[in-house]
Nanobody
């Protein structure tokens, strides 16, 4: 079992930055690939970024590549999403997710545990 709690969301202006954090509990965190997803009102949940078990492999959605950075600290059971140059279209609820696998995936269906989400609002 892995329990995930996100934090760091908020309201920012266009071009601003935010850093999301996800604190995980459970002894399997270091063996889990992690991902960030987001869901805007009326839209399906979409992949944002993922990171492998040890962190050397990261993947990003095209829409965020070059602006967002995913990282993890297994000693702290945490995963992060640093977001820069935020745009109004980044507005969504952001979810942290964990897989019962060390291999990353961009599909929400491949993730077994989810946090409650944190709201990010980007205004112009």
């Amino acid at each position: 079992q892995v329990r995930l709690v996100e934090s760091g969301g908020g309201s920012v202006q266009v071009g601003g930055s935010l850093r999301l954090s996800c604190a995980a509990s459970g002894r399997t965190f270091s063996s889990s690939a992690m991902g960030w997803f987001r869901q805007a009102p009326g839209k399906e949940r979409e992949f944002v970024a993922s990171i492998s078990r040890s962190g050397p492999f990261t993947y990003y959605a095209t829409s965020v590549k070059g602006r967002f950075t995913i990282s993890r600290d297994n000693a702290k059971n945490s995963v992060y999403l640093q977001m820069h140059s935020l745009k109004p279209e980044d507005t969504a609820v952001y979810y942290c997710a964990a897989r019962s696998s060390s291999v990353t995936s961009g599909s929400p269906a491949d993730y077994d545990y989810w946090g409650q989400g944190t709201q990010v609002t980007v205004s112009s």
